[in-house]
């Protein structure tokens, strides 16, 4: 009696009946790498899906998935120089010994007043980690090893760049001469992070490299203005792009490999059916789906694809419709794509979808009793809403849409009066 009960009032919330987002989220960031690629990934969600899809379908088993949580042990470091699947051993150059557990797993990071430049070569920096001469080590830490400058230079193989196909050939003439890795704001490398430099020095641009967009900017080792975004990972390849962290925007974008990805290659495992369930953990990934497309149909405008664009966003709202996930902040920065693309009605569309989920949620914050409203996480919950109101009134004021403007900026004013007479 007691299992028919739960049953009937939980089936609701814990049916997954119908819902394939993990095996299709996960074969498409498989998708994302082109033959022989690495990409790295660091927690379940974005490793687990991508190896069923290796060992039970059998996508793309040219790719290396290479998990950097775990890469800071050295029994997984050993997996990733074999053969696996189709992909060939990953191109370290330091040996076991160097990165046997409790050796290296910090590699300290200081400007050594005794070298005059100001920069140390990738290569030459594994080097100098791999020496086992007490000169190269730290006698004040324990004779750690240590890297002797902060900002270490990689010069770039152009010929290798282009025999890789590392960049179209439109991009020839952005190639640059010298990466620059600057770690100047922080003082230690861990063993994962050690292994990536180690691999960015040894590979010479013979194997594409990715960072899953999953992944966490603290692993990104500044190296994010020399991302390419081509679809669920972005790749590492020589030329300098301005990210706009604050915008969850890094590097450059491909539009024409991003736009074949998304568009025509990618499946989404039936979230836009309304009879599937979806729950707090895919909700939150379709918040990197919306970026992913905004951040596409953004640059579309850019290289004036205005039809593309427009394409490209009516895609993103129907397999992510108002009634599946709540809107956000890419919502109305996808309503802004739809004005710079003349898709003015298609626009105010959305923004008054929007304000009416937003106005909603506020109302019921502020008829809770106070002491739940002062709690932390409600209370950022508002925070973040009127702010989204706010991006909103200026919006709507800059596309000449008056009365809603007015109409949001009154209720932004109300809700912010309230919360400060908290």
């Known amino acids: 009696m007691f299992l028919e009960s739960w049953g009937a009032q939980n089936w609701d919330d814990h049916d997954r009946s119908g819902r394939y987002t993990a095996r299709d989220f996960g074969a498409n960031y498989l998708k994302t790498c082109q033959p022989n690629g690495i990409i790295f990934t660091n927690g379940d969600n974005d490793t687990f899906p991508l190896w069923y899809n290796q060992e039970v379908e059998g996508v793309r088993t040219d790719v ?28 370290f150059s330091l040996t076991a010994d160097k990165y046997l557990q409790g050796t290296r ?21 594994i080097s100098f980690i791999a020496d086992d001469n007490p000169a190269t080590k730290l006698q004040q830490a324990d004779n750690a090893a240590y890297i002797p400058k902060k900002i270490l230079s990689f010069k770039v ?8 196909k590392v960049v179209r050939p439109e991009d020839y003439d952005k190639i640059v001469d010298t990466m620059t890795i600057d770690l100047s704001d922080r003082n230690y490398l861990s063993k994962d992070e050690m ?11 013979e194997r594409p490299i990715y960072w899953a967009i999953t992944v966490g900017r603290n692993k990104y080792l500044n190296l994010e203005d020399y991302f390419q975004v081509e679809g669920f990972a972005y790749r590492l390849v020589p030329i300098k792009g301005e990210s706009k962290p604050d915008r969850l925007e890094f590097g450059t974008v491909a539009s024409d490999i991003m736009y074949d990805n998304i568009m025509n290659k ?12 979806i729950d707090e953990n895919n909700m939150r990934m379709m918040t990197n789906v919306t970026n992913s497309f905004n951040r596409l149909a953004s640059t579309l405008l850019d290289e004036g694809k205005k039809d593309s664009a427009i394409a490209v966003i009516d895609r993103c709202f129907e397999l992510i419709p108002p009634s599946i996930a709540p809107p956000g902040y890419f919502t109305i920065e996808l309503a802004n794509s739809y004005f710079r693309a003349g898709a003015t ?12 989920s937003f106005d909603d949620d506020l109302s019921y914050y502020f008829s809770l009793d106070r002491k ?14 009127i702010f989204y109101l706010q991006i909103m009134e200026r919006s709507a004021r800059a596309n000449n849409l008056t009365d809603f403007s007015k109409k949001v900026g009154d209720a932004m004013q109300t809700y912010f009066t309230k919360f400060t007479s908290i």
């Open 195 to 205: 292994m990536i430099i180690d691999l960015i020095a040894t590979n010479n641009w």
């Open 345 to 356: 009605e298609k626009g105010k569309m959305v923004m008054e979808q929007a304000f009416e």
């Open 372 to 385: 739940f409203i002062q709690d932390k996480a409600v209370n950022e919950e508002i925070q973040r809403t």
């Open 105 to 125: 797993d910090v590699v300290y990071l200081m400007d050594n007043p005794r070298i005059a430049r100001p920069t140390i070569g990738a290569k030459e920096a």
């Open 64 to 91: 290396r998935v290479c998990n950097l949580s775990y890469l800071q042990t050295d029994w997984y470091i050993d997996q990733m120089r074999r053969q696996a699947y189709e992909s060939a051993p990953m191109p």
């Open 157 to 164: 193989d152009k010929e290798a760049v282009i025999r890789n």
């Open 266 to 277: 990618f499946e989404w495992g039936g979230m836009n059916d309304p009879k599937v369930y």
